[in-house]
């Protein structure tokens, strides 16, 4: 899979605009503003000095990073890998799927309770306030796509344009191609991780792989806290 993500978003020219071969600088513009924008922080604190996009691209952008982000939540996948998690983690976070397929890949299949404590990082991915911290820029960045800059029109004048882009854009096109990959799996590391908690839930299982993003969110807030070594740690 990981092999066919970047043989046709970033080398083929079957995708709309550029292929990464034939990158062009108002591309690499384009990503700088957008980044400049991350999380909506400084549009919002310092509109006059936060780069102007169309609101819509920069809401998807910013859902495609918060979505990333979330697979913190199974950084405890990493114990006992051949490879770290927190490299792909991390690459995931920056550059998508060239990271987070990669990992289902390498990874070997972990069902392991841990036998000693959390580390700082596990702690944070364990934590409610991840998914709950996510959530919230999820909607903000939903919201701000919808809302935000009112010279881009209404939402129709917003969702044509979106879509223009879209298949138009290779970078736009890009940012679609990831959500829809994330969707695909986001429930890969599931099973894994229910079965670490001695918890299995089928309903859970299926609001995971069928409702994006937010089925993990609730998947985070609904499971188990580990139970490291003799003592349950909460959370």
């Known amino acids: 899979m990981w092999f066919v993500y970047v043989a046709y978003l970033l080398l083929s020219d ?19 503003s957008l980044s400049l924008n991350f ?38 996948d990493g114990r006992n890998q051949r490879f770290s998690i927190i490299t792909f983690l991390i690459g995931t976070a920056f550059l998508t799927n060239l990271f987070f ?33 996510l959530a919230v820029v999820f909607v903000i960045s939903l919201g701000w796509g919808v809302f935000a800059r009112p010279e881009y029109g209404d939402f129709a004048v917003r ?12 970078l736009a096109y890009s940012f679609l191609t990831d959500l829809i990959v994330f969707w695909l799996f986001q429930s890969w ?12 839930n089928e309903k859970v299982l299926w609001v995971v792989r069928l409702v994006p993003f937010w089925g993990l ?11 490291v070594g003799e003592q349950e740690k909460s959370v």
């Open 189 to 200: 590391l599931v099973k894994d991780d229910m079965a670490r908690r001695q918890w299995h």
């Open 159 to 170: 969702w044509k344009a979106l879509l223009d882009l879209f298949f138009s854009d290779r």
């Open 14 to 32: 079957l995708p709309p605009g550029s292929s990464l071969l034939h990158i062009t600088s108002q591309t690499f513009a384009e990503i700088f």
């Open 39 to 76: 999380w909506l922080l400084l549009p919002i604190i310092f509109p006059s000095a936060a780069p102007v996009n169309n609101p819509a691209l920069e809401g998807v952008f910013n859902i495609v990073v918060t979505w990333g982000i979330l697979f913190w939540g199974f950084v405890i």
């Open 101 to 133: 397929l990669p990992w289902l890949g390498l990874r070997q299949s972990n069902q392991q309770v841990p036998t000693n404590s959390l580390t700082f990082i596990e702690k944070i991915g364990e934590s409610r306030i991840l998914p709950s911290v």
């Open 217 to 227: 969110i609730i998947y985070f807030w609904l499971r188990p806290s580990l139970k």
